[in-house]
């Protein structure tokens, strides 16, 4: 694999670490308020194979943390649960809610499945589901986690 910039390296920290904004990572890497040319310098960045090749490594890191600290989607979706039904600001409850919809997939048109891991196994497809087919399976979930 090819050698990283500092700079590439910065950007591929904060890629994983912010959710996959790509635009973001790079204004923050490359230290620029243009969005424009954050949007598409990050576009560029993330096609070069050893950019995507660190991403997975990041990844891989990350996971492997998460599985050292005992973090799983069913705990941090009780974690998001008790934000979002308890006593916080509004600001925090909706960010608890927006995360809550990116790991459901309820506000990804580009996520087709989303992975519950309950009592059984399964993938879910979403690419089909109609808003209410998943606002019903977020309840579903919710209710799952009381």
Request: charged letters at 30%.
């Amino acid at each position: 694999m090819k050698n990283l910039t500092e700079k590439e390296i910065r950007f591929v920290e904060e890629y994983v670490l912010n959710g996959y904004v790509g635009s973001r990572a790079y204004a923050l890497a490359y230290s620029t308020d243009n969005k424009n040319l954050a949007k598409a310098e990050a576009w560029s960045l993330l096609r070069k194979p050893h950019i995507q090749e660190a991403i997975s490594a990041s990844e891989k890191s990350c996971r492997q943390i998460a599985r050292e600290m005992s973090l799983d989607r069913k705990s941090i979706l009780y974690e998001l649960k008790k934000i979002i039904k308890g006593d916080y600001t509004a600001k925090d409850r909706l960010a608890g809610i927006n995360t809550f919809c990116k790991l459901t997939g309820g506000f990804s048109p580009d996520k087709s499945e989303v992975d519950i891991y309950f009592e059984k196994k399964e993938k879910i497809d979403t690419s089909n589901m109609s808003s209410e087919q998943i606002r019903e399976l977020q309840n579903a979930i919710f209710a799952e986690l009381t």
